[in-house]
């Protein structure tokens, strides 16, 4: 018992470098930004009250719209201004100015949105909305942020656990969809999912496709094996140090692929990177910035 | 006396403990609702039950409201066919119009229809799932679209269309992936009188 709990203490407790941390802030601050970009359009549309769910009338109601930050500020000022203040904290975020206020602001901001209306929130918001969650525990601004600039007292290494929340759900996400698949379609195991995936109008970008004919069902059983390969050993193989830079890659280059391959997912793939980021080790994070002369 | 620092590790343990449940409790809800029923159905005092029922609900409700209740099952059945939805407005002159909403205009750039549009397939896949979620589209349609040419909306009308893609043991033969027969359904009409 004594050393099991050493065990979790040790795992848990201990203190880490957050280099790649920092590194994480910063990509999925660019997603977060981007996602902030493209949604302009749509503002007022998907997040007004007068919006898509027309919540001023007796209709649909989501169970938290009310609880949601977008329901509270609309009564004062217009919800455009929402998305000026989401896009400054993503932008403060991302560059590391008041770093911890930014994450709990960008928590509170998103899972308002899903609140608010969750017939537009999607796989990608739930994703963020966990990072960000953990995130607001940690602290993501040691290297390359302007808190460090302004504040150049050097801080305590902080505790690893939130970090290992999130390597926790990123692994269990990877075995959860991994067996999901090989239960619930037998294309998974037949090596046809990628086939329709990538050809069905909506999620895959068959329009790169027409050239290959039937020689895709071959292209298909390598994608749809080599899906269910990262998603079920990832977490095996990054749990042992001398595959676990491999297997950061490997899902890495997985990640990249969906982006090249399918629609609308991208936000999501953005995001999954950037968590992988934490899985490298401080070390190997501090070699690759000092080469690219980022980190000196 | 108390050892604070202690007392902070086993809260942030349970804190821990709490969100891995969560995870497992939101993903696998068959096998933990089966084993939470054989430990519940033993021969316990009914007041334990409901007190145990009760907070359970509690809890659950609060990891849905801090958005850690995600079930992560994407792309795990796949699509056999191609879908698309269409949203037509007819006006009292009855003429009819497809609706210049994202994904069904055709003057668009590939920034609009694959950035910008990025939320519109998950916002109708999950609208389509419930008659009241496009009754409050419908309302949504009929403010924004109120006048053609000055001529009043008289109501919206939801389409479906499906067209199989071709399965793998006739792809061989065939110059291209998908059939030919489109199918159409008309999901819902709602009209925009009284609005």
Known sequence: MKTLFKIWNNFFFSKFDPVSASIFRILLGITISLMFIAEFPDWERFYSSDGVLSLNEELYKPPFYKQSIFFLFEKFLPVRYLWYLGFIFSITFTIGLFTKFSTIFLYVFFISKTHFNPLVGAGYDHLIVVLLFYSCFTSLNYYLSFDNILNKKRKEFPLVWPIRLIQISIMLIYITTGLYKIVSDPAWLNGEAAYWTIVQNIWGRSNIFPLLGYKILFFSKI?????????????????????????????????????????????????????????????????????????? | MLDFSKLVKVLISLFILTNLSAFIYFNYPGKVTRLANKILNLPLKEEIVKNVKKPLKKIRTFLRFIGLSNRWNMFCNVNKSNYWFLIRARYKNSK?????????????????????????PKFLISLFKESLREKSYAHFLCRTYKTNEGVPIEKVIFEYYERNIINSKNLKKSSTYLETLITKEILDTFSCNNL
């Open chain 2, 96 to 120: 009819e119009i497809v609706l210049p909403l994202p994904l069904q205009t055709t003057n668009t750039t590939i920034l609009d229809r694959y950035f910008f549009s990025f939320r519109e």
């Open chain 1, 223 to 296: 994608a749809t094996y080599f899906t269910l390969l990262v998603e079920l050993l990832f977490p095996v193989f990054v749990c042992i140090p001398a595959t676990r830079l491999f297997a950061i890659l490997t899902a890495i280059f997985f990640h990249l692929m969906l982006i090249i391959f399918m629609n609308y997912v991208d936000f999501f793939q953005l995001s999954m990177i950037a968590a992988l980021l934490l899985f490298v080790p401080d070390y190997k994070m501090k070699y690759w910035l000092a080469r690219a002369r980022i980190l000196k």
